[in-house]
Structure formats: structure tokens, C-alpha cells
């Protein structure tokens, strides 16, 4: 192995650069013939490798270990025939790419459901560094709401969302339901708040107003 004058590897013989990467001497060889990792030669004609190489290998390796994804997503158990549908169109898109899926992930379960075991995991590895893409069928089968937020996140971390938009797999059903959930979720919060301000408006500490006398030039009736 050689030095820099402050201390830093410049050059590495085969043997240390083998050492450092795990493999032979002779992976080495054949690497550098095949045009893999071509090593530098010497005056000599002695081969050796360089920091940068070694660095610049290793990226590779890891870019080379990052997941390419499938993810499929269905409301409830009744729709498990279109959950099937959707993995195959992935796969058969995948493969129709020449890539290699390494896995595809499901859910059951509303897209406004952010508490998705399996959504949460992949989200969490993509963080991770560790999902190079996600391939979806529709971009509601990966979130209902906010997708371009979650696109972003995805890119800040280096993960593409591949969307293959087949409309065919993203049931309008499901899109009435989430509405409906929606509104029925609005619906009982007008209801708390409509019955929270009866409640205070009964409150003497909050309105004011005791034994039907009025305070500060205030009734009882002045309450909204």
C-alpha cells in the first residue's frame, strides 16, 4: 500500500484492494479484463487501485442493493380478486422493463388510512436509503390524498414512484366510499362543535352570565 505525504491512501496493490473488498486476487484479475474495475498499471506494468476506485465501487454496491418495489392496495378483503390484478399488471409491467422486482407489498385498507402497517414499513425504508423505486397501478393506490407530498419525500431520498396509471385498477368505488368517510367524519365534527357551544353557552365561567342577569352589558342570548 502507498501514502500521500500527509497520510492519505493514494495507491493500493490488489492485494490490499481484494482485502478491502471482500473478494480474490484473482476477482480482481478477471474484473479488470472483463472491464468490471480496470485497475491503473504501474511503469512497471504492475496493476494498483486507488481510493476513488474503491469509493466509487463501493456506491455502486450499495445503489446495485437498493430495492426495486411493488406496491398494490385494495379497501377491504372483498376486493382481493382486484388486489391479484393489480400485482400481476406490476409484475408484468416490471418484467416487460427488464427489472427485477424484489418484492410487491400490500395493504387492505383506505388510502386515507395513513397507519398502513405495510405503506408504513416501505415508507420507513425508503427513508432508510434501502427502495431504489415503487411501482404502483394508480396514484390513489398509494395514497387517496397528498401523493405529491409523499412524491417529494420519496425523491429527497433518492426513491422513484414509477405510476404504470392503468384506471382499470383504481376502482371509483373506493373513491365514493373515502368521500362518504369523509364527509361523515366532517358531519361529527359540526355535531361536537354545535353541541360544545350549547354546553358553554350554559356556562357562567365562559359566558358570563349568572342567574339570568347580564354582566358587563351582556345576556345570555348575546351567546353564538
Known sequence: MWYSYNG???????????????????????????????????????RYYTEEQYNGYMRRSVQRQRKQIGYARVSNAGQKDDLKNQIAFIRDYANGKGVILDDVITDIGSGLNYKRKNWNSLITEVMQGGIASIYITFKDRFVRFGYDWFEQLCQKFQTEIVVLNNPELSPQQELVEDLISIIHVFSCRIYGLRKYKKQIAGDSDVTGVQDGSRINGAAETDIC
Do not use: C, F, S
Open 8 to 46: 492519505a491512501i493514494v495507491m493500493m496493490k490488489p492485494q490490499e484492494m481484494a482485502r478491502r473488498l471482500g473478494v480474490t486476487v484473482r476477482t480482481l484479475q478477471r474484473w479488470d479484463n472483463e472491464g468490471k474495475l480496470v485497475a491503473y498499471r504501474n511503469p512497471h506494468n504492475m
